[in-house]
């Protein structure tokens, strides 16, 4: 068994929205496919994986430096024991060839496409839903239930646009959605307390409604944040300051009760590694938003779970950043505390398939095999975009 | 004034050498030209920049990105108040919209290659060397001093291979070279002392030999190579392990007096601030090399240098990776420690022009206008297809 061809799209990101730091207009996304030499039903059984979303496609170093190493590498050197499967560590290793340590970022995530297109391509020869394969090469019991999923959104309304925060929250409510989340940090404190009020009233209480300041504030207005919204009991307070900047998380968490989350712009293991030991995050409480899309794939996810268990913390308290088909099958198969979910915009690549049920606050994986991308009708052009 | 156009290309770098850790076989570099609208001798002012070496051009994302950022940029937004030469910042600033906080790896070069082309560029718009503009910019006197260089290399020669790491570092000392420095961790720690007493047999003593392990060991490895080194008093001990085990780092510091150098592999200055917090790195006696071009450019890196002295280091504690002209003006104009030098390997970017004085351990930057890049023989080529 060997890979056959391995091909890649950007592919732009529709919706025109904006965060507390970047518009999103610009964003794109790298969809690998990775094709091998098995043939089903006349066809190349072929996984596809894509490097998440809030951030840019990697077409120029998955050409230049990925899948040259990858076509470069002996077909066997990329199998598992049996030989029945490719060996998603081997592969990341192959991808990794005359890498240097430290600089995770955009590298990060042009491997984490390839890495994830793996794990679709091993679903789909084994015919499993790509949850019930993660959950066994883990040593894990696969899960047929939903994951927790929460609607995040909660933009900026000019007073007179005609559309407010509340409408929003209400219609992710009738969509089936029970939490929420909302951006802070773009205007000023006594406007987004405003703001936070109007939310609760769609949200019922604070246990419903989470807060994310996008790696915004400096210390005084992390604090000043802190304090002015400790009584509403939120679901979390999510990237309070730069990604990077662990001392003013801990300096956070020191005087904040509420949860903490963050980590959804840190890429790799030794990164986590660093939140873990400097950054205060709390057993029991903070949540943790590493995304395995931008991190080199499943494999390194998978690392920095192990190591959040060494250091005390849940398996729950891991809610992958990235609301999409690739991270509810992770979040399923490794047992994880739950999902994000962007409905209406991100796409093609946010949200899930018809196919998976949600609501109560719920969302359930279908029964197609892998991830499921093709059930997702909006992807249906960027696959096609693959075909060889 | 304006830019009129960028232009870059991917050069890749000769000599077939390994580190501990990688092959630089397949390395490359991004060579970016702005062109401004400013005629001279009837040529268009041209600045050329390059993202340093060790690791891999990024011509994808200058191409997707950076590039077209630039480009739809306001031209008068670019300038600085006089409106006589580039703002690098303003450049920094424009390269980077809608970019995220977080994952300074890739992204970091690409910025870094074009923004070091801006200081090119207004340096030759000022007729005067690079390290005179530079320390101008950051209101210093500009000097005429020599930079201490020390020559980088070192490597593993197989017995009977007909060469050996004496004659190298012979070689180096009838080039000028009073400090070496060489590989550790590609061999056993016995081998590794053996080879250690042999290059000392050309250093003279400890104080001219550093020890670079490339980011290769872990806890135990470091512990062990920190006790059997101690004795020899070298010049450092550089990146023992990965170059974000802060942690790891700070415990050799903890157990070894000799000086320690790292940092050549953070790229941002919110991963130096990490070092300086976390790393135990020691005022007075540890030494920092991150480098311009890996890190977003000089804009970048001055606040790093900012950063170290308000933590109590000294300037002179900082010896930029990356042995070429670019990082020569870099280290006189802000008054560093000194430069490194990879005699004969990293072509067309490592070492030096004939036009700039080696001798005593000294390099001193020739008077061309910018970094002089055009003066170096072996860049002829890569600049002339950077060539309208």
């Known amino acids: 068994m060997r890979i056959v061809d391995i091909r890649e799209v950007s592919v732009p990101l529709e919706g025109n929205i904006a965060n507390a730091v970047v518009s999103f207009a610009e964003h794109d996304v790298s969809l690998v496919a990775v094709e091998s030499d098995v043939i089903r039903n006349g066809r190349p059984v072929t996984g596809y994986g894509f490097d998440s979303i809030g951030r840019f496609a990697q077409g120029g170093i998955l050409r230049a430096r990925i ?61 499993v839903p790509a949850h019930v394969l993660i959950a066994r090469h883990f040593g894990r019991a696969p899960q047929s239930q939903s994951a927790d999923v929460y609607a995040a959104g909660g933009y900026y309304y000019p007073p007179g646009s005609g559309r407010t925060l509340r409408d929003e929250f209400a219609a992710y409510r009738d969509m089936g959605f029970t939490g929420f989340k909302m951006k802070i940090g773009g205007a000023s404190l006594a406007r987004d307390l405003e703001r936070i009020e109007e939310a609760l009233g769609v949200a019922g209480s604070g246990a419903g409604l989470a807060v994310d300041a996008n790696g915004r504030f400096g210390l005084d207005t992390a604090l000043a944040y802190a304090e002015a919204i400790k009584g509403y009991g939120l679901r979390w307070y999510e990237e309070i300051g730069d990604p990077l900047d662990f001392d003013l998380n801990r300096r956070v968490a020191e005087v904040y009760d509420g949860p903490i989350a963050t980590g959804e712009n840190l890429f790799s293991l030794a990164d986590a590694v660093n939140l873990a030991r400097y950054g205060g995050m709390r057993p029991g409480r903070d949540i943790f938003q590493m995304d395995a899309g931008l991190s080199y794939g499943l494999t390194e996810y998978a690392r920095m779970i192990d190591m959040l268990e060494a250091n005390g913390f849940d398996r729950r308290s891991a809610h992958p950043h990235g609301g999409h088909l690739i991270n509810l099958h992770i979040v399923v198969g490794l047992e994880l505390g739950g999902c994000e979910a962007y409905p209406g915009v991100f796409q093609p690549f946010g949200g899930y398939a018809p196919s998976c049920a949600l609501g109560g606050g719920q969302v359930r994986p279908s029964d197609a095999p892998g991830f499921g991308l093709e059930e997702k009708p909006e992807l249906r052009n960027a696959i096609a975009r693959l075909a060889n």
């Open 67 to 127: 899948i040259p190493r990858l076509r470069a590498a002996d077909p066997a050197s990329l199998l598992d024991e049996s030989g029945l499967r490719f060996d998603p560590g081997k592969v990341y290793a192959a991808a990794m060839r005359n890498e240097k340590p430290g600089g995770h970022g955009d590298r990060a995530a042009a491997v984490g496409a390839l890495e994830l297109a793996i794990w679709d391509l091993n679903a789909k020869l084994a015919d």
